[in-house]
């Protein structure tokens, strides 16, 4: 008699903990080219998140009857707050961070089973958390260097973050609204968002602001991931497509009132999400066609989100709702089992 078990068949060497690891790395460039044009504010909130995941971790795994050491050393807690910390102000008051890492360790992961049971991402969770409870703290970004002329140490920064002043510099000199953010308001105003774009790019290098040069060290790493397999290139091909597509429609219709291909795709978190974010194997689809589909269904909605939404970037929220989306999706596309006939 023959014993037959059950799928999968397949193995390889591939472990939740090395592909967190492989995104960790992926994810250097950007964090030196972010230090090197906001400060050191960055890596205070990436200390104060990891303290934040540790004792949360901790905790949770506690109450939930869970051995800690294995499950807070698989680096999946870690790679949630630095998704997390990439979306915050560098400058940020200390308890943004702190509340917003919680918020997603608790209620994005924990509350559900832990790693693997989550429907939601944890990361973009913790970040929507942060963008509705507190606007006025989301919305004020450490202007770069090339803007501010003024970079802060590693003691200012923390100064800042944990009193909200320096002494002898004025606030007003170091904060200010990001491009997306500038092209907002200037619409409200009813100027030109070519202008407003031309404004944001001038004197800069190959055109890009300091938010495009950290999306240009972002599809780096992510390029590295793809090649060495660590995500499938159906999510950012997906979501940079659709979203290159809708804004070069709109541009080329009416250019005066939305923005070219080239800004959309390279200011706020647009390359941070389309590598590091919709690529979570958990949350995301897992068919071939329907990572295709939930990725290009992102775009859509952060270009949507974008134009004619409330928040500027909308990263956050198109994540979520195509979450939501994620069984139907995996259920009308799944592939045919090899063998079939029609």
């Known amino acids: 008699m023959i014993q037959t078990t059950s799928s999968p068949f397949t193995h390889n060497n591939q472990s939740v903990r090395k592909v967190m690891m492989q995104v960790q790395i992926a994810a250097l460039p950007a964090l030196l080219t972010h230090i090197y044009l906001f400060g050191f504010g960055i890596v205070i909130q990436w200390m104060l998140a990891i303290a934040t995941m540790l004792v ?104 800042y973050i944990f009193t909200g002043q320096i002494p002898g510099i004025s606030l007003d000199a170091l904060t200010g609204a990001t491009p997306l953010n500038a092209v907002r308001n200037g619409l409200s105003q009813g100027i030109d968002v070519t202008a407003t774009v031309l404004e944001q790019t001038q004197n800069q290098l190959f055109g890009l602001t300091s938010w495009g040069w950290v999306n240009v060290a972002f599809m780096l790493g992510g390029l590295w991931m793809i090649i060495s397999r660590a995500i499938s290139w159906q999510f950012p091909v997906g979501f940079l497509g659709a979203l290159a597509l809708i804004s070069f429609v709109f541009n080329q219709y009416d250019p005066t009132v939305y923005p070219p291909t080239s800004f959309m795709l390279f200011t706020g978190g647009t390359m941070l999400a389309a590598f590091f974010i919709i690529t979570d194997p958990v949350t995301a689809s897992t068919t071939p066609k329907g990572k295709f589909i939930y990725a290009c269904g992102i775009g859509v909605l952060v270009y949507v989100i974008r134009q004619w939404g409330v928040f500027p970037d909308g990263i956050a929220f198109a994540i979520i709702l195509m979450n939501m989306a994620v069984p139907l999706i995996d259920q009308y596309t799944q592939p045919r089992v090899f063998g079939h006939q029609r």
């Open 56 to 159: 949360v971790e901790y905790i949770m795994l506690k109450l939930r009857g869970r051995p800690v050491l294995p499950f807070i050393t698989d680096m999946s807690a870690l790679i949630t707050i630095t998704g997390l910390v990439f979306c915050i102000p560098p400058e940020a008051p200390w308890w943004i961070v702190v509340s917003g890492s919680a918020f997603a360790l608790i209620f994005g992961k924990h509350l559900y089973g832990g790693l693997g049971y989550n429907p939601f991402n944890p990361a973009m969770l913790g970040y929507a958390f942060l963008l509705i409870s507190f606007p006025a703290q989301m919305t004020q970004w450490t202007l770069p260097l090339d803007l501010s002329g003024h970079a802060l140490n590693f003691m200012q920064s923390a100064h």
